[in-house]
């Protein structure tokens, strides 16, 4: 990946290894992504993919090496700063993660409640499309 | 606020079942524990009018006379723990005994001499306490010139070792209650939390605040307590009014009995504590699955 310019760096990560029991599924991964960079990572499946990004949002948060986002040290990060990090994420997860007893605009606005933000905002931005 | 109130109300719509038998587990169990209290308040009532708040006669010996008064006093008053003190003296006894008989005096007029002892009236303090009140008779009672020292021994001292008992069981009932209400409002909580374990869960990866989580199991553990306390006060209410006539009519020709509802500064702390109840059961649940 890209590793010129650090200033730009979004998201860094240092010999980033992760087990599940005896097995490896990250093996010192190493890489660096710039602010605006459009990112694939492709594999097989088993590759390590949904593990890379669980830990970038820390739902998975036990694995060896170092993990920066926008100059935040995963391994240090604090639980009250831990809901202030995902916050910034924008994330489709690939089991979706919708609430089946809720309607589409309760699911929706979800995120914007978590979030703190007002009704009158969350009823804006929900029903914009 | 209203977001969190309006989650918690979703939720007790969405679990009735469970919410209302944890809200009836709480009001039987505030029910309980009111009967108890409604009991010790009525029953401490009784006993300070029957025994006049704590009233006793201190009788003397033939050789007392008024001089010794002021001494005899200072030795009484030194003992501690009484309220008031007065003197009653032989003729002044005979006088209130004329009065008090009113139209069968003319068997008094044979009297050759005043038969009545001089007396001290006093009060004592923590009459409730039947040991303290036997330790400051003896006391009392070791002095020369006192004679004798009534104060409703018989039936004080029985009354007041069942209802000491009866505070004992009432106690040991009220923690279990307590408990059993504890322990029902907390899994509740669990099972109302297990429900929407995927609604935390996704609140979670978006960024929810642990507050921002745990507000609505509070507030309806909250609310449960809430409803319980009044509930059970209202049951409790219902029944003082259907069996307190009945009783009070059916013992008024034996007993004196003035049987009164909760006080308002008992009703609201029993209101607090249900709801305290209730967040509490809410508090351990949540301990548990966020640790």
């Known amino acids: 990946m890209n590793d010129k310019n650090n200033k730009n760096s979004i998201i860094r990560l240092f010999n980033v290894s992760k087990r599940f029991g005896g097995k490896l599924a990250l093996k010192n991964i190493t890489l660096d992504i710039q602010q605006g960079e459009f990112i694939f990572i492709s594999g097989p499946s088993g590759a390590g993919k949904s593990t890379l990004l669980k830990i970038l949002y820390l739902a998975d948060n036990i694995f060896e090496g170092q993990v920066l986002i926008d100059g935040m040290n995963l391994s240090r990060i604090s639980s009250s700063k831990l809901p202030v990090l995902r916050r910034r994420f924008g994330i489709v997860f690939q089991d979706f993660k919708l609430i089946p007893t809720r309607t589409v605009y309760e699911n929706i606005a979800l995120v914007l409640e978590a979030a703190g933000k007002k009704t009158s905002f969350i009823k804006k931005k929900s029903c914009r499309y | ?291």
């Not at chain 2, 259907?242 to 006080?263: E, K, N, P, R």
């Not at chain 2, 029993?270 to 059961?281: E, N, R």
Request: aromatic fraction near 14%; glycine fraction near 6%.
């Open chain 2, 1 to 291: 606020m209203t977001h969190f109130l309006k989650r918690a109300l979703a939720d007790i719509r969405s679990n009735k079942f469970l919410n209302l038998i944890t809200i009836i587990t709480i009001s039987l169990s505030i029910l309980v524990v009111s009967v108890f209290l409604l009991f010790f308040e009525n029953a401490g009532r009784v006993i300070e009018s029957w025994n006049q708040g704590g009233r006793a006669m201190i009788y003397l010996k033939e050789e007392f006379n008024a001089d010794m008064l002021p001494q005899l006093k200072a030795k009484i008053n030194s003992l501690g723990d009484i309220d008031a003190m007065v003197y009653i003296s032989k003729a002044k006894a005979l006088d209130t005994l004329k009065k008090n008989m009113a139209s069968q005096t003319t068997f008094l007029k044979t009297l050759k001499e005043n038969p009545l002892p001089d007396a001290l009236e006093i009060k004592i303090r923590s009459y409730n306490n039947f040991q303290e009140v036997q330790t400051l008779v003896q006391n009392i009672k070791a002095i020369d010139i006192v004679d004798d020292i009534e104060y409703g021994q018989g039936w004080l001292g029985k009354f007041l070792k069942i209802f000491n008992l009866f505070k004992i069981t009432g106690y040991a009932m009220c923690g279990f209650f307590f408990l059993m209400a504890l322990f029902i409002t907390a899994n509740t909580v669990r099972l109302a939390f297990y429900s929407r374990k995927l609604e935390v869960e996704i609140m979670r990866l978006v960024g929810a605040t642990e507050t921002f989580i745990k507000a609505p199991f509070y507030i309806e553990g909250l609310i449960q307590g809430f409803l319980g306390g009044i509930l059970g006060l209202g049951a409790l209410l219902i029944t003082y009014m259907m069996v307190s006539s009945g009783i009070t009519q059916s013992l008024a020709s034996y007993v004196y009995l003035d049987i009164q509802f909760l006080s308002v500064k008992m009703v609201m702390f029993i209101i607090f504590s249900s709801t305290f109840l209730g967040w509490f059961g809410c508090y351990l649940s949540l301990k548990q699955i966020f640790k």
